[in-house]
């Protein structure tokens, strides 16, 4: 038996000698700090869903989910920039990351004033319709005018009826045009994070699905230049009211086309950008604005939000979402209702490219001709420890352990 003194310094030469053994990342730190929370208004403690948090002096970000929590992966080497956090309608905050508790609640203050209490250095004489026409004309001026880059985050979701029939979450890369090239952005899928897919109706499995992604990105108001922010005929607008939004106020103005047509603009008092825009189109009286598809569908509620984010002195999307009510008959002339179909697809950007775009790792990938999960490459969990997607709802988990279980059903 060895002597204690012995024994104690061949157990320190045996601990020294296995560390050159082991693993070197179980020793090593992440290269990121998570940051995680809710976003409430000060007052009332309500979530604030689609609250921007953005690291300052860079492109990162991220977005509150529906029920106003997040989780935010920095690079530890950006840990001293300051977390900005803004909403519309709220007064701005910025925090030190290093500073986080573990569960970090962020109360924004609600700020709302009328045109006549804000200093703004527009002429508070224009009418609503004098500052959309102007918001346009500034285009060239506020959004990007050479190619940029994105990375972002697409949820797919549809229901059938009462029931949900798909779920599906990827993220991409998008490579834009400028601003005034009518082109929908290429597309590179890096990842596919669920995939759920249930017994849909047979009109539904028949119809040949478009590209989920493309049928999103291919409405945008900026780049075609349609919808509420090209005054046209029928349009009326008021201003509502002004309202602060990241260290800028905004004008917010409503727009009505009757009888379908709905829209409510906000607009920069500086830049004249156009911050975010909602559009709703709805059924009148029973009838669509669109008549009836001849595979028998008829579009009864149509809404699409898109809403930008300001760096180097250009908007940028930050969020957007397309949601869609559908009437499926049998054919374009018959009655019999079949069922009704509820698509939402939403966009999420986290990360800006703009500089040295040539040497940005960027390979179109996607067929369009193809439904997205055809297309997924194998899964990664490493790839989305890190990843900067909206946190999950309760909601969205309910959803996801429903479809898993029809999936595990049909398969028996």
């Known amino acids: 038996m060895l002597a204690p003194e012995i024994a104690r310094k061949r157990f320190k030469e045996w601990c020294f000698t296995l560390m050159f053994?082991?693993?070197?990342?179980?020793?090593?730190?992440?290269?990121?700090?998570?940051?995680?929370?809710?976003?409430?208004?000060?007052?009332?403690?309500?979530?604030?869903p689609f609250a921007l948090l953005s690291l300052k002096g860079t492109s990162i970000s991220t977005t509150t989910n529906a029920e106003g929590d997040f989780i935010f992966h920095i690079p530890v080497d950006l840990k001293e920039n300051l977390l900005v956090v803004a909403m519309m309608g709220y007064t701005s905050t910025t925090l030190k990351p290093t500073a986080f508790e573990e569960q970090q609640t962020i109360r924004l203050e609600e700020a709302i004033h009328n045109l006549e209490e804000v200093t703004i250095s527009a002429d508070?004489?224009?009418?609503?319709?004098?500052?959309?026409?102007?918001?346009?004309?500034?285009?060239?001026?506020?959004?990007?005018?050479q190619p940029y880059l994105v990375e972002g985050f697409i949820r797919d979701l549809q229901k059938e009826d009462s029931t949900y029939v798909e779920f599906l979450e990827y993220a991409v890369k998008l490579a834009y045009q400028p601003y005034d090239?009518?082109?929908?952005?290429?597309?590179?899928?890096?990842?596919?994070?669920?995939?759920?897919?249930?017994?849909?109706?047979?009109?539904?499995?028949?119809?040949?699905?478009?590209?989920?992604?493309?049928?999103?990105i291919e409405d945008d108001f900026i780049r075609f230049n349609y919808g509420p922010i090209k005054v046209g005929k029928g349009w009326q607008y008021t201003i509502e009211q002004v309202l602060p939004y990241n260290g800028h106020f905004v004008y917010k103005i409503?727009?009505?086309?009757?009888?379908?047509?709905?829209?409510?603009?906000?607009?920069?008092?500086?830049?004249?950008?156009?911050?975010?825009m909602e559009l709703i189109r709805t059924a009148?009286?029973?009838?669509?604005?669109?008549?009836?598809?001849?595979?028998?569908?008829?579009?009864m509620f149509y809404q699409v939000v898109f809403e930008y984010q300001r760096y180097k002195d250009k908007w940028y999307l930050k969020y957007q979402k397309e949601e869609d009510t559908w009437q499926i008959y049998e054919d374009l002339l018959s009655d019999k209702l079949l069922f009704t179909k509820y698509p939402k697809k939403e966009l999420f950007i986290n990360r800006i490219i703009v500089e040295n775009i040539e040497a940005y790792p960027f390979?179109?990938?996607?067929?369009?001709?193809?439904?997205?999960?055809?297309?997924?490459?194998?899964?990664?969990?490493?790839?989305?420890?890190?990843?900067?997607?909206?946190?999950?709802?309760?909601?969205?988990?309910?959803?996801?352990?429903?479809?898993?279980?029809?999936?595990?059903?049909?398969?028996?």
């Open 254 to 276: 409503l727009g009505q086309d009757r009888p379908f047509q709905e829209a409510t603009l906000y607009i920069d008092t500086e830049s004249f950008a156009f911050v975010k």
């Open 181 to 216: 090239v009518k082109q929908e952005p290429k597309v590179a899928l890096q990842q596919v994070r669920r995939s759920y897919i249930a017994q849909k109706h047979p009109w539904n499995e028949d119809q040949e699905r478009q590209n989920a992604i493309m049928d999103l």
């Open 124 to 145: 508070k004489q224009l009418s609503a319709k004098q500052i959309i026409k102007r918001a346009y004309k500034a285009l060239p001026d506020n959004y990007p005018t």
């Open 21 to 48: 053994f082991i693993p070197v990342g179980l020793f090593a730190q992440s290269d990121y700090l998570t940051l995680k929370g809710k976003v409430v208004d000060s007052q009332t403690q309500t979530p604030l």
């Open 363 to 412: 390979v179109r990938n996607l067929d369009i001709h193809q439904s997205v999960e055809d297309q997924a490459p194998p899964y990664d969990p490493a790839f989305w420890k890190y990843y900067n997607a909206p946190a999950q709802t309760k909601t969205l988990s309910r959803i996801e352990a429903y479809l898993k279980e029809a999936q595990v059903k049909e398969k028996r």
């Open 284 to 299: 009148h009286k029973g009838k669509s604005w669109r008549r009836r598809l001849t595979s028998g569908q008829q579009q």
